[in-house]
T-cell receptor, first 112, second 116 residues
Framework: GESVGLHLPTLSVQEGDNSIINCAYS??????FIWYKQESGKGPQFIID?????DKRQGQRVTVLLNKTVKHLSLQIAATQPGDSAVYFC???????????FGKGTMLLVSP | DAGVIQSPRHEVTEMGQEVTLRCKPI?????LFWYRQTMMRGLELLIY????????DSGMPEDRFSAKMPNASFSTLKIQPSEPRDSAVYFC??????????????FGEGSRLTVL
């Protein structure tokens, strides 16, 4: 979910588990949604994106689900690995806008 | 294929000094973005250029901040004078032409600024 204040919400899982990271957005005009992964000391890296005319999109080990009715986005990571440990951000943009607005992020910790 | 290149990676300066951060976007990308990241506020858009022209600078905190893009392969973000509250990681990102639709942003590794 989204953080409030200083502390990032944290999801702790065991290696091999499936992880689900959630994100709520407020702009009903949002048309484009994207998930980024940020490892310590690095810039955000693209994971997967989805447009509002879809409700599900799959990549390699990752799936993004979009529920426009409740303005909710989720990222599912299958068979989570220690290398998946990072902060995950959702971001969105309304149609015709080039700039992304980012959520505060969720930290994923994967234990071996 | 080179990604977005930022320099310096780390900068420590004293309050009142001028700071200049540099960015080289990915070749062929026509949009460039400067974001600031702090624990308190997360990733905030400062300014966005399209075809070297500033389109939206509403996120620039105040007159102490300025950004330029003299050509398609170079941009600077300048803070003068710097203050301790400017301490943050500054990211540059670029994106390819997308026929008016939003697309993926490619981020650099960031410039970590500490103002003492």
């Amino acid at each position: 979910g989204e953080s409030v204040g200083l502390h990032l919400p944290t999801l702790s899982v065991q290696e091999g588990d499936n992880s689900i990271i959630n994100c709520a957005y407020s702009n009903s005009a949002s048309d484009y949604f994207i998930w980024y992964k940020q490892e310590s000391g690095k810039g955000p890296q693209f994971i997967i994106d989805i447009r509002s005319n879809m409700d599900k999109r799959q990549g390699q080990r990752v799936t993004v689900l979009l529920n426009k009715t409740v303005k909710h986005l989720s990222l599912q990571i299958a068979a989570t690995q220690p290398g998946d440990s990072a902060v995950y951000f959702c971001a969105e943009a309304p149609f015709g806008y080039s700039t992304l607005t980012f959520g505060k992020g969720t930290m994923l910790l994967v234990s071996p | 294929d080179a990604g977005v290149i930022q320099s310096p990676r780390h900068e420590v300066t004293e309050m009142g000094q001028e700071v200049t951060l540099r960015c080289k976007p990915i070749s062929g990308h026509n949009s460039l973005f400067w974001y600031r990241q702090t624990m308190m506020r997360g990733l905030e858009l400062l300014i966005y250029f399209n075809n070297n022209v500033p389109i939206d600078d509403s996120g620039m905190p105040e007159d102490r901040f300025s950004a330029k893009m003299p050509n398609a392969s170079f941009s600077t973000l300048k803070i003068q004078p710097s203050e301790p509250r400017d301490s943050a990681v500054y990211f540059c990102a670029s994106s390819r032409p997308t026929s008016g639709r939003t697309g993926e942003l490619f981020f650099g590794e960031g410039s970590r600024l500490t103002v003492l």
